[in-house]
């Protein structure tokens, strides 16, 4: 009988997934036309850094700026307008011609997201506390397959009409998912009135864990994020092969990423994330040393696993350590964080790529990985066993 309540409610969360997971696809789409943009509007290393980074750094600023409201009960109104910035940013996109333009629309793309993502998560950690890490990684698993995938479709509309095609497709879609949207739940438990400041959560030592594991991890999205286009093309990859490349990112994480969170919640998120995080680590390292594009691309699926793990993991640590009418807040700083850490490599990737090659970046990138995940295992003793805190219970106290 737990079984099939458990797949009951996980059920129930799918329309959830899925709206964070068409989020996502437009947020993966201008991921593989960077090099065609690059080509086509001649612009340089560093626009292409921002274009890359100005998502992220928005989403930042939503995430830590407006996650809170979502514990106030204001659920319904973030994932309603997120819906409507990002659909208005692949308008944006749709007719841009410059660089700067670019960065703009890019730029509402993350705020949009960062508004969506952790009010969903809140849902998901108040409503089912006893699989929070399944359905951390569900989410997860739809969230990266978008991200995955948004390359892909990015890339067909391209070869077959034009550069902004994508867009206009993605504006069409975003307008769908907010007509399904209006219809779906968006209550979350108990409302918080706490007026504790977000950064004051990363007095729990559990949650600073977690954010550094998440850092290492959203390390590997930032530099891949703005090298993996130009690496494949400088080897001679078509845009397709592009797109491809990265949409294959997707296929172990749909089944892996939900047996990551739930594999976690059972023995313990700092069991699961040193394994996953060194994995990814070898990844990174090796990226910087191939010269076949084919060896490449197979390297990838195998970090695919690695994150399949990682990212879960890391939210779920967030999830047991914050205070429960701080569930939003707390996803969003660990996003926030995160992303803070991707937008910097992002930016910083274009030119040492350009000035030192795809050596110096991926063994640079390895370093920092393997200093984040050292710090969170200093930190993540509590982290150690079962998470299995009750929704109600508060958090561990600060150190």
Same mark, same amino acid.
């Given at each position: 009988m737990a079984v099939s309540t458990s797949s009951s409610t996980a059920r129930q969360f799918i329309p959830y997934f899925v709206v964070t997971g068409a989020l996502s696809l437009g947020y993966g789409s201008v991921f593989t036309l960077l090099a065609e943009i690059e080509d086509e509007y001649g612009v340089s290393?560093?626009?292409?850094?921002?274009?890359?980074?100005?998502?992220?750094?928005?989403?930042?600023?939503?995430? !830590?700026?407006?996650?809170?409201?979502?514990?106030?009960?204001?659920?319904?109104?973030?994932?309603?307008?997120?819906?409507?910035?990002?659909?208005?940013?692949?308008?944006?996109?749709?007719? *841009?011609?410059?660089?700067?333009? @670019?960065?703009?629309?890019r730029f509402f793309l993350g705020a949009g997201i960062g508004m969506v993502a952790p009010a969903v998560r809140r849902i998901l950690i108040t409503r089912d506390p006893s699989n929070m890490g399944k359905n951390l990684g569900a989410m997860s698993a739809f969230d990266i397959s978008g991200f995955v995938l948004g390359p892909l479709v990015a890339a067909l509309f391209a070869h077959f009409f034009n550069l902004h095609a994508p867009f206009w497709f993605l504006a069409a879609l975003y307008a769908l998912v907010y007509g399904w949207v209006l219809r779906l739940d968006m209550s979350a438990g108990a409302t918080s009135h706490t007026k504790v400041p977000v950064f004051r959560l990363l007095g729990i030592r559990p949650m600073l864990a977690g954010i550094l594991a998440g850092i290492a991890f959203f390390t590997t999205i930032g530099v891949f994020e703005a090298s993996w286009a130009l690496l494949i093309d400088d080897l001679g990859g078509s845009t397709i092969i592009i797109g491809l490349s990265i949409s294959l990112f997707a296929v172990p994480m749909i089944p892996l990423a939900p047996f990551g969170g739930k594999l976690a919640q059972r023995v313990g998120p700092m069991r699961v994330m040193p394994y996953s $995080?060194?994995?990814? +680590?070898?990844?990174? @390292?090796?990226?910087?040393?191939?010269?076949?594009?084919?060896?490449? $691309?197979?390297?990838?699926?195998?970090?695919?696993? @690695?994150?399949?793990?990682?990212?879960?993991?890391?939210?779920?640590?967030?999830? $047991?350590?914050?205070?429960?009418?701080?569930?939003?807040?707390?996803?969003?700083?660990?996003?926030?964080?995160?992303?803070?850490? *991707?937008?910097?490599?992002?930016?910083?990737?274009?030119? +040492?790529?350009?000035?030192?090659?795809?050596? !110096?970046?991926?063994?640079?990138?390895?370093?920092?990985? !393997? !200093?984040?995940?050292?710090? *969170?295992?200093?930190?993540g003793g509590e982290l150690m066993g079962p998470a299995s805190r009750p929704a109600s219970e508060p958090a561990p106290a600060s150190s």
């Amino acid at each position: 009988m737990a079984v099939s309540t458990s797949s009951s409610t996980a059920r129930q969360f799918i329309p959830y997934f899925v709206v964070t997971g068409a989020l996502s696809l437009g947020y993966g789409s201008v991921f593989t036309l960077l090099a065609e943009i690059e080509d086509e509007y001649g612009v340089s290393g560093v626009e292409i850094g921002l274009i890359a980074g100005a998502g992220l750094y928005a989403g930042v600023i939503a995430q !830590v700026g407006l996650a809170r409201f979502a514990d106030k009960g204001h659920i319904r109104l973030l994932v309603h307008a997120g819906i409507i910035v990002a659909m208005v940013s692949m308008l944006g996109m749709a007719t *841009a011609n410059n660089a700067w333009q @670019f960065i703009v629309a890019r730029f509402f793309l993350g705020a949009g997201i960062g508004m969506v993502a952790p009010a969903v998560r809140r849902i998901l950690i108040t409503r089912d506390p006893s699989n929070m890490g399944k359905n951390l990684g569900a989410m997860s698993a739809f969230d990266i397959s978008g991200f995955v995938l948004g390359p892909l479709v990015a890339a067909l509309f391209a070869h077959f009409f034009n550069l902004h095609a994508p867009f206009w497709f993605l504006a069409a879609l975003y307008a769908l998912v907010y007509g399904w949207v209006l219809r779906l739940d968006m209550s979350a438990g108990a409302t918080s009135h706490t007026k504790v400041p977000v950064f004051r959560l990363l007095g729990i030592r559990p949650m600073l864990a977690g954010i550094l594991a998440g850092i290492a991890f959203f390390t590997t999205i930032g530099v891949f994020e703005a090298s993996w286009a130009l690496l494949i093309d400088d080897l001679g990859g078509s845009t397709i092969i592009i797109g491809l490349s990265i949409s294959l990112f997707a296929v172990p994480m749909i089944p892996l990423a939900p047996f990551g969170g739930k594999l976690a919640q059972r023995v313990g998120p700092m069991r699961v994330m040193p394994y996953s $995080i060194m994995g990814a +680590v070898a990844c990174m @390292f090796v990226y910087g040393y191939v010269e076949f594009m084919w060896v490449l $691309i197979a390297i990838s699926a195998f970090h695919a696993m @690695f994150d399949a793990f990682t990212l879960p993991a890391g939210q779920l640590a967030v999830a $047991i350590s914050a205070p429960t009418d701080q569930a939003a807040a707390a996803q969003g700083l660990y996003g926030a964080m995160g992303l803070t850490v *991707a937008g910097s490599a992002a930016l910083a990737t274009g030119p +040492v790529y350009e000035a030192w090659g795809a050596e !110096v970046l991926f063994t640079g990138s390895s370093i920092i990985m !393997v !200093v984040a995940l050292a710090g *969170a295992i200093a930190l993540g003793g509590e982290l150690m066993g079962p998470a299995s805190r009750p929704a109600s219970e508060p958090a561990p106290a600060s150190s």
